[in-house]
C-alpha cells in the first residue's frame, strides 16, 4: 500500500479556492446535519507558542491536523504556523496521504468567511472592507471575489505597509484603497482579521444591512468587535463549543454580556436549510469563524483526488519491513 507524500507546493498546486469554498460548504452542510465526527481540539501549551491536533471525520475520510502557533518563529526564519496533515481510508485507518497543511489552513479559511457571507451578506454586496492586512485577508479576499462582484476594497491595518501590500494585491481584480478604520467599517462586508485581545471595530461604524466575518479571534481572551455589535447582530458561529471557548464571542459570554441562548444559530444548520440565513436588507449579522478541523479534512480530501488523478507527490511505503 502506498502513503501519498505532498509538500505545501503540491497542496498550491492542486488546489483550487473554487474548489475549496465548495468542499466548505459541503463540510458545514455535513456538520449541521449531525452527519460529521469532531471531537473537541487537543492542545500542547508552551513558553514560545503551542500545538494543536484537530481530527475529524466526513463523508469517508477522516485525518487530523497537526498545526503550531509560535509568533517569534519569524525571527529565526520560521513560519509562525506549521500544519502536518494525515488523511486516513476510515475503512482499514490506513494513512492515504502526509501532506502540508498550511495551504489547506488558509484557503479553507477564506472558504468559510465567503461561505458565511453567500449565507449571509447582502446579495447585492459590493464593497468589502478588511481590518488586519495580514495572511488571512487575502485568502479571504480570494475567496469572497468567486462568490460576489467586488467593486471596491477598503482596508486598515495598524501596520501600514500590510495594509499598502494587501491593497495593491486585491488591485488585481477591483479597485481598492487603504482608509481610516471608520471608512473601511462603513462596507456591506466587513472582515476582520487581526490577533487582538480588545475591540478593534467599534459600534458606531457599523451600519444596518453590514455583514461581518470576524476570523481573528481563535482562542480565549481574543476579541476583535465592540460588544455593542454582538448585542445588535444576529451571530452565527461555525461550532458553538469552540466559539464559546475561543471565538469572537467568548470575551461576551465569559462577562456574561451574551448567553450561549443568543447565539442564532452555527452556520452549518443554515447551509443545511435547518435556518434561515439573511432575511431582510436591514440587520447586522456576524460569523463567528474558530476554523473546523472538518473544514481541513473536506480539503484535504479535494487534495488526495487529485493528487491521485495527476500522479503528483511521493509514493512510499510506510510500513515494509
Ligand atoms: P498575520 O500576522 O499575518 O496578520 C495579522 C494582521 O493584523 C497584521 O497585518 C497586523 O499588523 C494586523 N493587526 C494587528 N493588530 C491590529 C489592530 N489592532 N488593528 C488593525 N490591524 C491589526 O496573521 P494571520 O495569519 O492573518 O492571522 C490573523 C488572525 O486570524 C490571528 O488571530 C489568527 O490566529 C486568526 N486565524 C483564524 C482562523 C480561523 O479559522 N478563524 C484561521 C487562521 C488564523
Redesign the pocket.
Known amino acids: 500500500m502506498e502513503t501519498i507524500i505532498l509538500t505545501y507546493e503540491d497542496v498550491k498546486e492542486l488546489l483550487t479556492m473554487k474548489e475549496t469554498i465548495e468542499a466548505v460548504e459541503r463540510a458545514f452542510e455535513l456538520h449541521g446535519k449531525g452527519l460529521t465526527q469532531m471531537p473537541p481540539k487537543v492542545y500542547l501549551s508552551f513558553e514560545k507558542g503551542d500545538l494543536r491536533a484537530m481530527p475529524a471525520y466526513l463523508e469517508g475520510k477522516a485525518g487530523i491536523k497537526w498545526v503550531n502557533?509560535h509568533p517569534e518563529n519569524p525571527k529565526k526564519g520560521l513560519p509562525?504556523?506549521m500544519a502536518v496533515l494525515i488523511l486516513n481510508d476510515p475503512e482499514t485507518g490506513y494513512p492515504i496521504a502526509i501532506m502540508d497543511g498550511t495551504h489547506i489552513?488558509?484557503f479553507?479559511?477564506g472558504a468559510?468567511g465567503a461561505v458565511a457571507s453567500k449565507y449571509l451578506a447582502r446579495k447585492d454586496s459590493k464593497v468589502f472592507g478588511f481590518?488586519?492586512?495580514?495572511?488571512?485577508?487575502y485568502t479571504q479576499f480570494l475567496a469572497l471575489k468567486e462568490i460576489f462582484e467586488i467593486e471596491e476594497v477598503r482596508a486598515?491595518?495598524?501596520?501600514e505597509k500590510?495594509?499598502e501590500k494587501f491593497v495593491e494585491f486585491c488591485r488585481k481584480w477591483t479597485e481598492a484603497d487603504v482608509k481610516p478604520?471608520e471608512d473601511v467599517c462603513d462596507c456591506d462586508v466587513l472582515t476582520t482579521?487581526?490577533?487582538?485581545r480588545?475591540p478593534?471595530v467599534m459600534n458606531d461604524w457599523i451600519r444596518e444591512g453590514t455583514h461581518i466575518n470576524a476570523?481573528?479571534?481563535?482562542?480565549p481572551g481574543?476579541q476583535?468587535l465592540d460588544e455593542k455589535i454582538l448585542l445588535r447582530a444576529k451571530i452565527v458561529v461555525?461550532d458553538l463549543e469552540q466559539a464559546i471557548h475561543g471565538?469572537e464571542i467568548n470575551v461576551a459570554i465569559s462577562k456574561g454580556i451574551l448567553k450561549p441562548e443568543d447565539i442564532y444559530a452555527s452556520l452549518g444548520e443554515i447551509v443545511a436549510g435547518l435556518k434561515a440565513g439573511r432575511e431582510s436588507n436591514d440587520g447586522i449579522t456576524v460569523f463567528d469563524?474558530?476554523?473546523?478541523a472538518i473544514?481541513d479534512i473536506a480539503v484535504a480530501k479535494v487534495v488526495y483526488d487529485r493528487a491521485v488523478e495527476t500522479g503528483k507527490g511521493l509514493r512510499i511505503d510506510l510500513f515494509r519491513g
Open positions: 502557533s509562525t504556523v489552513t488558509n479553507r479559511t468559510a481590518v488586519g492586512c495580514g495572511r488571512q485577508a486598515y491595518d495598524i501596520n500590510n495594509a478604520i482579521t487581526t490577533p487582538s480588545k478593534v476570523i481573528g479571534a481563535d482562542a481574543k476583535e461555525d471565538g469563524s474558530t476554523g473546523l473544514q
